[in-house]
């Protein structure tokens, strides 16, 4: 793909190993530079965010229509899962794509507004996030992890979720409310 992002099954959707230097009294690790992001068509991160989860917590399947994350696995394992929604906000599309993949310390995931994603912690997890668009509340948007038409092979179904994440409505009522949103025609 481009300068150290690997491609992943959904498209603009990269992941990237992160080099740490290591000595005796520790190690450093570059999380992030501007550099980096430019080429995959980022725009500049505004805030920062450490979420931590322990084993078995499932976040998601989350969607923003303003902001672009990126996600930084800083201890612990994660199931992350991607679900591209954006040709089917357009209607140019009857079926998402998607993509899951394990990360580990030491590794990294963009993911642009318009593709929803999740993950499960494997492992206890610390994961660093940066945002395009501070905090507001009003980009917070989903479905239900489970929903088949979204087809994450999630590993395991016995999960600890938020009652937020709990009552998100299937992926169709997602697309359809991000029609609205976005001023598509909605399908009826």
Do not use: K
């Not at 040709?87 to 642009?112: D, H, K, N, R």
């Not at 994440?165 to 991000?178: E, T």
């Amino acid at each position: 793909m481009v300068d150290g992002w690997e491609a992943t099954a959904v498209p603009g959707v990269a992941r990237r190993s992160l080099a740490a230097h290591a000595d005796p009294r520790g190690s450093f690790t570059e999380l992030w530079r501007e550099s980096w992001t430019e080429p995959l068509g980022a725009p500049p991160f505004r805030q920062a965010n450490v979420s931590r989860s322990l084993a078995g917590v499932l976040r998601g399947m989350h969607l923003h229509d303003r902001q672009d994350d990126l996600w930084i696995v800083l201890e612990g394992r994660a199931f992350v899962a991607t679900v591209d929604l954006r040709e089917m906000i357009a209607g140019t599309a009857a079926a998402p794509i998607g993509g899951a993949f394990e990360l580990g310390p030491g590794s990294a995931v963009y993911i642009p507004r318009g593709v929803a994603h999740g993950f499960l912690a494997i492992d206890a997890i610390a994961l660093a996030y940066l945002v395009t668009a501070e905090y507001d509340g009003t980009d917070e948007h989903g479905f239900a992890w489970d929903d088949r038409l979204a087809g994450v092979p999630w590993p395991t179904t016995d999960v600890t979720i938020s009652d937020r994440d709990r009552a998100l409505a299937g992926l169709a009522a997602a697309v359809n409310d991000a029609r609205q949103r976005s001023g598509h025609s909605v399908a009826r």
